[in-house]
């Protein structure tokens, strides 16, 4: 194997065989480097999706599922069952539409 100088985007010093500065411990290592921005990126987008996922009709219904008022909470959930058969049906249609078209 061949030695490898690194020099460190920080401090400047060269670093010999090493994947982080001897000096101020930063990845000095691009390879490395980065790898772990492109893991970071994605974690970020999956944070951002996880973020986005439940619309603002579900959120709502997950809300008002918790109200102090029993009648209410009833109301609620007579509702929130129909909405998920909407959505159920709606990913049905979706399903058959794209079936249909393939
Ligand atoms: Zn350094």
């Not at 060269?14 to 980065?34: A, F, I, K, P």
């Not at 990126?41 to 008022?69: G, S």
Request: charged share 25%; aromatic share 10%; glycine share 4%.
């Amino acid at each position: 194997m061949s030695d490898v100088y690194r020099k460190c985007p920080e401090c400047g010093i060269m670093n010999l065989n090493r994947d982080y500065c001897e000096q101020c411990g930063v990845l000095v290592n691009t390879n490395m480097r980065r790898q772990k921005e492109r893991q970071q990126r994605i974690k970020k987008k999956k944070a951002v999706a996880a973020a986005k996922k439940p619309n603002r009709i579900t959120l709502f219904f997950e809300k008002a599922k918790t109200h102090p008022n029993p009648i209410i909470r009833f109301v609620v959930l007579f509702f929130y069952s129909i909405w998920i058969v909407v959505l159920a049906i709606g990913s049905f249609l979706a399903l058959i539409i794209g079936y249909i078209t393939a």
